[in-house]
């Protein structure tokens, strides 16, 4: 049974994971239900660490109306101490925490691969990076990042491949200096592979009062080696969403690229087409696929952004609801619901354009 056929509508998939929700559940606690006593106890003591920082950092403007330097000295020993507290509490603490959302997630998304069906490979997850800083290495399915043009060091997949990966998209173009990278994972469907990253995307200047965060992207990045070599480049974006990517490349302008009409009034009204090559565009955005993709979007605000790019097919998908470096705070059936949802109703829309592609 295929996916549309098992899963026709998001609710199908939603009425799915409820009804299995006690079963999920309870094998979820029976593997890891004897570490959410110091899970729970990490995430307070986070937060008891995040105080005594607090704390000790505001002896330092109280220096200026301390009388002697005996006090001064009494006052930033106090405010040094309770600063280095807070940062070995929260250390230890986030240790605790990263092993316990770790075995919860290789769980978690095992349970979705087998709610479609489907060969799963989940990757550690890694850390936020720099593009330019010291790489942290992640596990597993260097492979597949290198059918999708992406070099492999020593079998392992890094961040820095994954950020090469959106690069290759032309999906964000904008200045960015700082992604997050959560857990990456690889699917088999029908001999298709898809790799998906969690990622969020920022951009940071200045510092102190002046520092700025542009918060860019926050979701996921699909990417599927394709059958064959494109001639052009195509994207597909929402009709209001026409730049920092594609056509306004951060690597300089692309040329040649045009708008194109698919004649299907419907697609036109939300969606936006830029193609250096019509004919091909025409030829991959089949009408199943514009048909899947239509149904998607036509209820949803995000910008959703696809771009087909040498051999491979790129989709950044923005989501609020996916958990970036954390899971559940317990194990519940109604947590543990909603944590599959946050996973399985993106991965279902992504799975069903998949199945389109030629």
């Known amino acids: 049974m295929g996916i549309k056929e098992k899963f026709p509508t998001e609710e199908t998939l939603r009425l799915y994971i409820n009804e299995h929700a006690s079963l999920y559940t309870s094998e979820i606690f029976a593997q890891i239900g004897y570490l959410e006593k110091d899970y729970k106890k990490a995430v307070k003591n986070q937060i008891l660490g995040i105080g005594l920082i607090v704390i000790g950092s505001i002896t330092f403007p109280l220096l200026e109306y301390l009388s002697s330097v005996i006090e001064a000295i009494f006052a930033l020993a106090i ?16 240790e605790v925490i990263a092993n316990f959302n770790n075995k919860l997630n290789e769980l978690a998304f095992n349970k979705v691969f087998k709610i479609f069906s489907v060969s799963g490979i989940r990757d550690v997850p890694a850390e936020a990076i720099d593009p330019s800083s010291t790489v942290y290495k992640i596990n597993k399915i260097s492979s597949l990042f290198s059918r999708l043009n992406l070099s492999s060091n020593n079998n392992k997949v890094s961040a820095e491949q994954v950020t090469n990966l959106l690069n290759q998209s032309e999906l964000i173009t904008e200045a960015r200096n700082k992604i997050d990278v959560d ?47 494109l001639e052009g480049k195509t994207f597909v974006s929402a009709e209001s969403d026409k730049s920092g990517f594609g056509d306004k490349s951060f690597f300089g302008s692309s040329k040649g690229m045009e708008e194109t009409i698919l004649e299907w009034n419907e697609f036109e009204e939300k969606l936006h087409v830029m193609t250096s090559h019509p004919v091909e565009a025409r030829y991959i955005l089949t009408t199943n696929f514009m048909s899947d993709l239509y149904n998607w979007w036509k209820d949803r605000k995000q910008k959703i952004r696809l771009s087909f790019i040498g051999s491979s097919l790129y989709i950044l998908y923005p989501d609020t609801k996916i958990r970036l470096n954390r899971t559940v705070s317990k194990i519940t059936e109604e947590e543990i619901v909603e944590y599959l949802e946050s996973i399985s109703v993106p991965l279902l829309n992504v799975l069903y354009l998949v199945d389109d592609v030629k």
């Open 79 to 94: 405010g040094f101490y309770l600063i280095f507290q807070g940062l070995k509490i929260m250390g230890n603490s986030a």
């Open 183 to 229: 857990d990456t994972f690889s699917l088999t469907l029908d001999e298709k592979e898809l790799v998906v990253s969690e990622l969020d995307v920022k951009n940071e200047t200045g510092s102190g009062k002046n520092r700025h965060v542009k918060n860019i992207f926050h979701g996921y990045l699909f990417a599927m080696k394709l059958e064959k070599q």
